[in-house]
């Protein structure tokens, strides 16, 4: 018997429903990346990295944090990131991914439930299945929904602690999260409430601390700040309370058991949280960036915009978002289409984002191609 059949057919069935994918290198101009203020190939971010190479920081910590992989320069990002952000504390993970799955494999307890929105990030999704407490999901964005799965599971003899999961901004949908009913149900409940801050981080909030701002220092939110997308680095800090940090430290098994992330990345992360504070025009100008792209869309057909820099532009088949991305890579422009299981079926799209590496000359003509380029295919 072939062992590779079953991998074989797998794939094969992939691409009769037009969900192959394969690895494209960047080309053309950045409507793809979460590269939002522009910062991973800055000279700042560089220079901070050169200087700690040159003062002896090491490439990798060589082991976890809780053996000799605690490095200096991690002890300098959490001090800075709790300040920054408003927590009493914080913890630094390799990535958006491990955060999520490290978070909620090690707080929620037996007995407890978690809410999730239904389109949170696959990360949260994989905790959740992964860890101690039943889930259930609620209605996107739909405080009415959270509430009646909470209504229901208590109704069913439910007696733990509820733990409501979302995203501040959603990565395919560009919509925002109702966090200030979502913390008004949280309070209610006497519920903890878990907010994956990845694509709202270094672009909304005062001085890009995220949407989660108003409400950092709370003692039941966690907030997720990744580290990978507008703050130009790698990895993702958890801003929490000290008593939830020494929980994980003590009790996660991804920390525990993980090496620790590189000090490089440490250093780079810090050096953007400064860049923040220092260069507001980054933000500003992808404010003004996103103002711009949203008047020049107006009321075209196609897309589902929401006030913020992701701008999916709705297709619905999957050969046919693949096409017009190609065709927009063909005209220079690195746009990217996104098909189930990453969204629901029949919503395949182009994922179109806006970041500082881009200008309006480059919207208006990225706009102009796409519209003629659709209009094509009619």
Known sequence: MNKALHYATALNALRDDDRLRSLTPRAGIDFSSNDYLALAGCQRMRKAIAAAVEAGTPIGAGGSRLLRGNCAEH??????????????????????????????????????????????????HEGARAGRAEFRLSAHNDAGSIEDVIRTWRSEGGTGRIWIVAESLYSMDGDFAPLESLVAIADRHDAFLMVDEAHATGVFGPGGRG???????????????????????????VTTTRLLRDFIVNRCRPFIFSTAPSPLMAVAVQEALSILRDEPERQQR????????????????????????????????????MALAAALQASGFDIRGIRPPTVPAGTARLRISLTNNVDRRDVRAMLDALEETAGEGR
């Open 75 to 124: 002890e300098s990002l959490e001090a800075e990131a709790a300040r920054f952000f408003g927590a009493e504390a914080a913890v630094f993970f390799a990535s958006g991914y491990i955060a999520n799955f490290a978070v909620l494999t090690t707080l929620p307890q037996r007995g407890d439930l978690l809410v999730l929105d239904a389109l949170v990030h696959a990360s949260i």
């Open 211 to 237: 949407l989660t701002a108003a409400y950092e220092g709370r003692e039941n939110l966690i907030a997720i700040h990744t580290c990978g997308k507008a703050l130009g680095a790698a990895g993702a800090l």
């Open 286 to 321: 992808l404010a003004s960036l996103i103002d711009f792209a949203h008047r020049e869309i107006g009321a075209r057909d196609g897309w589902r915009l929401s006030g913020s820099q992701i701008m999916p532009f709705m297709v619905g088949d999957n050969a046919r978002a």
